[in-house]
């Protein structure tokens, strides 16, 4: 049998259901459409959304509102691809800086901009990493719940803190950081995804 | 937050008005191929920006004191909430499915029952794959390209790749088993 016979054949499985008794529940669904979610459920969900097209239609929307939510930096495979890159280019620019007798620091990119690098877990920490936002006299990091509940925050003058996991709990958080600026005016990063195990 | 000073209101609004039309960009790509209608696209844009106008009046002060999470938050309970104002009105579409089921019928009865019984082995099959290779065998089946996939799935494209080419070898094995497709090495 080919492919495209198996295709068709299988597509004649899938339908509106007359019940929705067997759908998974609204709060089920959304939880598989979220990117920071545990993998079973996106499994799960999906493996039900493959043959419903009722669910289908509500994951597809569901997962548009909240990838619209969460901005484009939290998505970018390339990212640490990118900041690799940067980090190189950086230490170039730096040492050709200092062979001139200079310690100017290097700044790339748009300065206002605040932007995310990444979240790392390790066994008993995590490590938040975010881009120097320009004059930012201090930061303020959030971690919050799926329910917004805010489990941490605390206030840094530096770009990459390390908080224990015992500051933290299971499951899926969302974590942002607040740029406050010399003049007093500050800027909000867009959220970032976190899954704790 | 302490220390940050108020915008003018036109500027916050402004910035509101920016995020609720990413929704609503975000919304009319898909909102076709998932059958949400154009009242319910505008419902759902208008319960986003309804949200996000209401945290930014809780919070008192500002745009910038605004958390991004509550952005999040607003776009997942919007959600939420559509799917079970779906859910209600799917009751009521079941019905109208029910009464006219029975009026569904074949012009080749034989043809169908062959037909039928091919499609629920083939389904049958598929539930004994590897939870990963299933599910990713059956949403290329229902015509997910292997992007599109990997992005639902949050892995890469050559995990996609590699499960696909390994189910898709289980599904024609396991077929073959059942009479289904041409013997191996035919």
């Known amino acids: ?197 | 937050m302490s220390g940050l000073r108020p915008q003018p209101p036109d500027k916050v609004a402004a910035a509101l008005e920016h995020l609720v039309q990413r929704f609503a960009r975000m919304l009319a790509a898909v909102g076709y191929r998932s059958g949400l209608d154009d009242d319910e696209r505008d419902a759902l844009v208008q319960s986003v920006r309804i949200r996000l106008w209401q945290a930014a009046g809780d919070s008192g002060e500002t745009l910038l004191s605004l958390s991004t999470s509550y952005v999040y938050q607003a776009a997942r309970s919007a959600a939420l909430d559509l799917l079970r104002t779906r859910r209600r009105s799917g009751a009521w579409r079941a019905e109208q499915l029910e009464n006219v089921s029975h009026l569904t019928t074949s012009d080749d009865p034989a043809g169908q029952l062959d037909l039928d019984e091919s499609v629920e082995r083939i389904m049958a099959v598929l539930d004994t794959l590897a939870p990963d290779r299933r599910t990713v065998v059956k949403l290329h089946l229902a015509g997910y390209a292997r992007r599109e996939i990997a992005e639902r799935l949050n892995w890469s494209e050559a995990r996609i790749r590699n499960l696909l080419f390994r189910g898709m070898d289980d599904l024609r094995v396991a077929l073959r088993r059942h009479g289904l497709g041409p013997p191996e090495g035919a």
């Open chain 1, 1 to 197: 049998m080919t492919d495209e016979a198996l295709q068709k054949q299988f597509q004649t499985q899938v339908r509106r259901p007359a019940s929705r008794v067997a759908c998974p529940a609204p709060e089920r669904l959304l939880a598989g459409a979220e990117a920071g979610g545990a993998e079973a459920v996106r499994l799960e969900v999906l493996d039900h959304v493959a043959t419903c097209l009722d669910c289908r239609a509500e994951y597809e929307v569901a997962r548009s509102l909240m990838l619209a939510a969460v901005a484009p930096t939290a998505r970018r495979r390339w990212l640490p691809y990118a900041v690799a890159a940067s980090a190189v280019l950086a230490a170039g620019l730096l040492a050709t800086w200092q062979s001139r007798g200079t310690t100017a620091p290097v700044l790339r990119g748009d300065p206002g901009a605040m932007a995310l690098w990444g979240a790392e877990i390790s066994d008993s920490a995590i490590q938040f990493a975010w881009r120097p936002a320009a004059d930012s006299r201090r930061y303020t990091l959030e971690v919050i719940t799926d329910v917004g509940d805010v489990v941490f925050s605390t206030q840094t003058s530096d770009t990459v803190i390390v908080v224990p996991s015992t500051s933290l709990r299971s499951g899926a958080l969302t974590w942002s950081v607040l740029a406050e600026r010399e003049d007093g005016t500050g800027q909000r990063s867009v959220v970032g995804l976190l899954t704790l195990p």
